[in-house]
Structure formats: structure tokens, C-alpha cells
């Protein structure tokens, strides 16, 4: 019989995975796994769990929002990668991202099918300062609502709570001074954002992060966005991000497989929604397809 570990956080976005582990489990069973079931309890217990136990078996699924799915990804890339199990991912956060861009079902029974009936599929996965992000990592506007917003708030609103965190911080951006430099250029300024991701969708938010996103093209999708200087440069960028487009000049894109950052004072970064440190200086790169996620064919 196939075995199958499963890792699952009963806390994520409203607990809704609870009343639900019976038939997610009957899923699995019912495809032919033996399963494993470990419960977190704390922050980074996935990340040991999948760390230690990972590499003996074939399957690992886990379910939780974008912050679990990054502890658990963390785990496997601490494995050598002809031990990685395929992973499968039961997205029940509050904005589940990541999720979308896979196009994973927002149904948990239905995602636990596509788990063990899916096809892996291979993705990057970025590293900054030593750390590995999923989908994002970032400074600045909308980057701290993830944290920031009360989880008990995240609870009752869910959703809402992100989009009302977000219009409050849209009236006290800050600037950053900042420098960077990646493989085809560099840039110095003052930013209201900076993002690196591999995703459709950040904080909800879909529109804002480029075209042609891939997830195994071994580049990140980076989205700045300059401080305007002219009153009509601030209505042309509230206007753009009101509309969830990037239609501004103040917004930029480019590709790049990695990035450096310099900024004149220490940042607080994000990553996958969960915060990431405070640094000054910040190097990303990507790590091409070292792992696969069970998607729909």
C-alpha cells in the first residue's frame, strides 16, 4: 500500500478544515494511501515535521494557508532532492494565494482528490538571505497586512479584513530609499513597493505582477513602484491600483532569475504573507524546479 504524510493546521484561516479532516482522510484512503497524520500546533513545527519524516514517503499533502505551505516547502528543501516527496496542497488560509495560480480547488475535499489523483507539477522556489519563499517576498504597501492584521479579525472577516487592512495603509504609504541591481539592470529611487514573485495573485490581488507568469521558467516576476512626483502621477496610480491593474507610470516590471536590494535604513520584509525579518540588505534568487506540486492535469 502507498503511504501518504499529511500535515495540517487546524488554526488557518477560520479552522474550516475542522468537520472536514474525516472526509479529506477517506479521500486518500479511498486512492489507496496509507496515512500518516501529524496536527501542528505551533509556528515551524511543519517545517520540522516535513524535514524529518518527509523523505520516507512518496506523497506528502498539507493543508493550511500560504504560511504553512511555506513552512512545509521549507522542510523538503532541507532534504537532498532525490528524497522530496511530491506535494499535494489543501489550501485553507484566508487568501490562499499560491493557490489560485495553481488553480487547486477552493473546496477542501475536492482539493484532497486532486492531491492523490493530480499530476505533479514542477515549480521555483525563491531563496532570500538564506530563506525560501513559495510566491512572494516583499517591502512596503500592502506587504504588512498579512501580519499586521489581528487574527482574530482574520477570523470573523476573513477576506475583508485584508482588502480593509489595505485601503488603510494605501493613506500612510511610506517611501524607501532604495538601490537595486539584477541581471539586465539597476535602479535607485524611492519606492512605495517592492515585490518578487511567482505568482498570480498577491494578497488577493490579481493584475499587479506582470504577464507571462510561469512558475518553472527559473525567473521572478518583480514589481516596483516608484514614488510619484506630480499630483497627476498620484491620481494615475491610485486610479491603477483602485482598478487592480498596473496602467501607471510609476509602476514597473521586469524578470530576472535574481535581484539585490540596498536600502538606506533597515526594511521589514514579508514572505507568503507571514513577516519575513528586518534587513537593510537583501539578495533573492531563484531555485529552478526543485520540487513538485499535484496540481489538475
Not at 121 to 139: C, L, R, S, T
Request: neutral net charge; charged residues 25%; contains cysteine.
Amino acid at each position: 500500500m502507498k503511504k501518504l504524510l499529511f500535515i495540517y493546521n487546524p488554526f488557518a484561516g477560520k479552522s474550516k478544515i475542522r468537520g472536514k479532516v474525516s472526509d479529506i482522510l477517506s479521500r486518500f484512503i479511498r486512492a489507496g494511501y496509507r496515512v500518516e497524520v501529524y496536527v501542528t500546533q505551533a509556528a515551524g513545527e511543519a517545517t520540522q515535521v516535513a524535514s524529518k519524516r518527509g523523505g520516507s514517503f512518496p506523497l506528502l499533502v498539507c493543508s493550511g494557508g500560504d504560511g504553512t505551505l511555506n513552512e512545509v516547502i521549507s522542510g523538503l528543501m532541507r532534504l537532498s532532492p532525490e528524497k522530496r516527496p511530491a506535494l499535494g496542497y489543501i489550501p485553507a488560509g484566508t487568501t490562499n494565494d499560491f493557490a489560485r495560480t495553481l488553480g487547486l480547488p477552493g473546496d477542501l475535499v475536492k482539493a484532497a482528490k486532486v492531491a492523490v489523483t493530480g499530476k505533479p507539477f514542477p515549480v521555483d522556489i525563491g531563496q532570500a538571505n538564506g530563506a525560501y519563499f513559495n510566491y512572494v517576498f516583499g517591502f512596503g504597501a500592502f506587504t504588512a497586512v498579512s501580519y499586521e492584521t489581528p487574527q482574530e479579525l482574520k477570523k470573523v472577516l476573513g477576506h475583508q479584513a485584508y482588502l480593509l487592512e489595505g485601503a488603510r495603509s494605501l493613506m500612510n504609504l511610506k517611501r524607501y530609499p532604495m538601490r537595486m541591481a539584477w541581471e539586465d539592470g539597476e535602479i535607485e529611487g524611492n519606492f512605495l513597493f517592492g515585490g518578487v514573485s511567482n505568482s498570480l495573485s498577491v494578497a488577493g490581488i490579481k493584475g499587479l505582477w506582470g504577464e507571462d507568469i510561469q512558475l518553472n521558467d527559473g525567473k521572478f516576476e518583480v514589481t516596483l513602484i516608484r514614488e510619484p512626483e506630480t499630483l497627476r502621477e498620484w491620481t494615475e496610480l491610485m486610479a491603477a491600483l483602485l482598478a487592480k491593474d498596473d496602467r501607471s507610470s510609476s509602476v514597473l516590471h521586469f524578470k530576472t532569475s535574481w535581484i539585490q536590494f540596498h536600502g538606506e535604513e533597515e526594511i521589514r520584509w514579508v514572505k507568503d504573507g507571514e513577516f519575513a525579518g528586518s534587513w537593510q540588505d537583501v539578495e533573492l534568487h531563484v531555485v529552478h524546479t526543485p520540487l513538485s506540486i499535484v496540481k489538475t492535469e
